[in-house]
């Protein structure tokens, strides 16, 4: 049963109407993730037309699946402006959507039992590994630098 | 107080659960991975969908796909900043809906009709389903969460028109991507969205100087 409880309940640290927190999730979507990039520019040119800011300045949490994971690992733990961005996607997309590899497998969605279906994938895993090393080393990170951060080690600037 | 910006990406495992990969500390992640994880494999766990990347493992834990179960992860992030922000010294009743300055979900587009691979049908029907399910999921998400979209505290962006015509690996048509989002941006219906949603950023922004 519910409890009431006379403790007062604070709020989270902020003045105003409690309001404060900033969440941005990116779906999926192979090359077309660029098309969620572009939206993310344009908001951010909105927010400061001269000088368009960092995503991760302005969201506490930011969220992706499969390319928008990708891209949330570029804005938020390697703090790259949407430009940037872009420019690298435009850069590791030809890389990594050209090769074509063989016998992938993978459940089949479909017959949610074990059957597997041969395909033929269309990104080169390899190419995408090479790239982001290369991302990394050009930004100054190690190549296999961790995705984690600590609070104490990491700030939001950079 | 330091501050960063935290993120997290949503991938499958073998077992079809949902693992989150993220650059912060939770005690609801895999401790194990989070110490092992270097951002290059995290950048192949997540993007090793089902019919395009190769499996990878990190630390045991096998990752095959990270579009089956969610390509739209807002209810993973959903869940994850519930779990962040609650666990921060809240206790007794708090919603994170009453703490929510500004929601923004951003699509790519509806389902890509190319076909591909060996069994064609199968696959696209099955990527069909998958795409589809991201403006479902995002449709269910508002009608769970209507006041937030009301009240100008959540955004959806998705292009509706134009990229359905793009494969997920036609890196040839990025051109017409730009061009195809430039042009929904241009809408006034977009516009606005935009108008109230960066207002809401900057409110936020100018609030977190004070501190």
């Known amino acids: 049963m519910d409890k009431i409880t006379e403790t007062p309940i604070k709020a989270i640290k902020t003045p105003g109407d409690g309001r404060e927190l900033c969440l941005l999730a990116l779906d999926g979507g192979g090359v077309r993730g660029l098309s969620s990039l572009v939206v993310l520019r344009q908001l951010m040119e909105m927010i400061k037309p001269e000088d368009p800011p960092k995503p991760c300045d302005y969201f506490d949490m930011i969220g992706g699946t499969s390319t928008g994971g990708l891209i949330a690992i570029m804005l938020g733990r390697l703090r790259m402006t949407v430009d940037e961005c872009i420019d690298e996607y435009l850069k590791l997309s030809p890389r990594i959507f050209t090769h074509v590899r063989h016998r992938v497998r993978w459940p089949n969605p479909i017959h949610l039992a074990k059957a597997e279906v041969e395909i033929q994938g269309r990104f080169d895993h390899d190419a995408l590994e090479q790239g982001i090393k290369d991302l990394l080393v050009r930004r100054g990170l190690k190549k296999d630098e961790l995705l984690k951060e600590s609070s104490d080690s990491a700030s939001c600037k950079v | 107080m330091t501050y960063f910006s935290r993120f997290v990406c949503a991938t499958s495992q073998q077992t079809a659960s949902t693992v989150a990969l993220s650059n912060y500390y939770s005690s609801y992640h895999d401790t194990r991975l989070w110490n092992k994880t270097s951002i290059w494999e995290a950048a192949r766990a997540t993007s090793a969908a089902s019919s395009f990347f190769e499996p990878i493992t990190i630390a045991g834990e096998t990752f095959i796909d990270g579009a089956t179960g969610a390509n739209n992860p807002i209810q993973q992030l959903w869940t994850e900043a519930i779990r962040t922000w609650r666990d921060e010294g809240q206790q007794g009743k708090w919603h994170l809906e009453d703490n929510i300055s500004c ?10 009709l190319t076909p591909f691979g060996n069994d064609v049908k199968q696959i696209g029907k099955a990527l069909l389903a998958i795409a589809l399910d991201t403006e479902d999921v995002a449709e269910t998400f508002q009608q769970h969460h209507t006041d937030l ?63």
Do not use: W
């Not at chain 2, 929601?103 to 890509?112: A, F, R």
């Open chain 2, 103 to 112: 929601l923004i979900s951003i699509g790519t587009g509806v389902p890509s």
């Open chain 2, 149 to 211: 979209y009301r009240m100008n505290h959540a955004f959806r962006f998705n292009v509706l028109r134009g990229l359905e015509n793009i494969g997920l690996e036609d890196y040839v048509k990025m051109d017409s991507i730009d061009t195809l989002t430039r042009k929904y941006n241009s809408m006034e219906d977009t516009r606005v969205k935009m108008e109230e949603s960066s207002k809401r950023l900057k409110e936020r922004f100018s609030m977190s100087q004070f501190h």
